[in-house]
């Protein structure tokens, strides 16, 4: 029996909190990677933002030693994936390195929006799919109603579905057998070239870019030379192993498994997910197809806040982008932030993880401006421009018209907030195009809308609206025309381009007012007045203003003629005129933040 036939590479997928890291846990502590004692609850969620928040950000990837009902002893390979929408692209990069998914479903919730998506991935990839119902121990648990979901909107056969509960851990040592059972081992041919494909990375300080693979053909071992296929850089094997919650070296990788691999790799830029290694000596023909090209949807600046430290935010994002593959940025310039980088990310989720880590792994201060969408400006020239930067869209008498992206959003709710739901849809721009009961409880929406409306707070109201059960998912699927406009924010009479936002220009106004509210709010008060606007081109829409701190200048007048009060306050107010003209406001940080925060927060 070859070594591969002993092999499963497996994934847990799921729509957000249906327990995927708490099954983690259990799998893990069955398989004794680590003692009790100094055992954690989310053990594979390494960053801190994860713990924090209690989502999963990064895929992560574990070898689980199991020993099956027929005394063979096997190698699990377990790939722990996010479930929010931003993170999809993670999700498809460790669909890509298995042959098998435990596709998991709350049994007080049933099939949810990203439990279709993740499961339609899953299929594209042609992998075994062994449904699995969690949370059986809770007292809303409804296990014949999410077994009817499962024929009826996955279309997979209940009765092969596993009952578990991931808190308790029940049902482990079935769902154990059932990975070995049913789910094939690694189709790799250990006596052909190395073939293997990148599907993660990390930096690490001392020892360079680790390197994380999967191996389909051949064999790699330490002292072996490596090339990437992609740029034709050349390393030499110094470790490979295993993951084992840290990494435990083998010395060597055969041909279906998944470990790393460091060869003193300190060219950040030579290493890029998605890429094929494969031996210097013996190459193989063609590359692994990889992963497809990842589309930003949401696009903001980030500036460093002392400009001295340009250099460190660039080498902060490049390891970043390492580990982190859907990250995609180029150089930028502002007129008052000085030089930055432009930015894309897969969400508004995916922008407020990337600051947090910025902040913590790399100890940057940085400023983020108003996220925006790309646009499609038509010009009278003939001309079509992508607009994702306020600061380069065209004057507006060139301009014919615009165009911007729209969603397909699917959501799956509980009958009775549908009303609501309706009416948040109807306020963010959507036109309804389905709607279908799932069953006498659930009714799944489909809506039109544009991207721009989702973005800022779309997410957080359908959750409130729905008290948490609704669930939301979207594709990209196209342009459509609209009008646009470019609101500019001045501060005591100069625009502050970093503000400056590209919006619908029916709601351009309201959104003007929110934005000086903001700033009133934010921006400290000087010793003159500091108004705040909002204007379309030159027409002013908007105006706050931040009163200005005021000494008492009578405060030694006591009683006396009252000519000579009133030449000190002439002579402050002077004053006070002067300094508004020579003035310079200070925009705080957290002005910047508070933009892009709804009412609430």
Known sequence: MSASALIRNFCIIAHIDHGKSTLADRLIQKGRLVEDRDFQDQILDTMDIERERGITIKSQAVTIPYTAADGREYSLNLVDTPGHVDFSYEVSRAISSCEGALLLVDATQGVQAQTLSNMYMALEHNLEIIPVINKIDMAAADIPGTRGQIEKDLGLDPSGALLVSARRGTGVDELFEAIVRRIPPPSGNPG??????IFDCHYDPYRGVIVHLRLFDGALKKGMKLRFMSNGAEY?????????????ETGELGAGSVGYIIAGIKTVGDVRVGDTVTGV?????????????????????????DSNDYEELRTSLEKLRLNDASLIYEKDASAALGFGFRCGFLGLLHLEVIQERLEREFNQSVIFTAPSVRYKVHIKNGEDLFVDNPAEYPDEGRVEGAEEPYIRAEIITPASYLGNIMSLCLDKRGVQTNMSYLDEKRVELVYDMPLAEVLF?????????????????YDITGYRPTELAKLDILLNGRQVDALS???????AQARARMVCERLRDEIPRQQFKIPIQGAIGSQIIARETVNPLRKDVLAKCYGGDITRKRKLLEKQKEGKKRMRMVGDVELPQSAFLAVLKTKEE
Not at 240 to 246: H, K, Y
Not at 501 to 507: A, E, G, I, M, S
Request: charged share 25%; proline share 7%.
């Open 192 to 197: 052909s070239p190395l073939r293997a494909l």
């Open 236 to 248: 030499e094997v110094e470790s490979a192993g295993v993951f084992r919650l840290t990494l435990a």
């Open 281 to 305: 000596d013996n190459p193989c023909g063609e590359a692994l197809p990889g992963f497809r090209e990842v589309k930003p949807v949401v696009f903001s600046s980030i500036y460093p806040v």
């Open 457 to 473: 707070d779309f997410y957080d109201r359908l959750k409130s609206t729905s008290r948490g059960y609704a669930s939301f998912d």
């Open 501 to 507: 936002q590209l919006v619908f220009r029916d709601r």
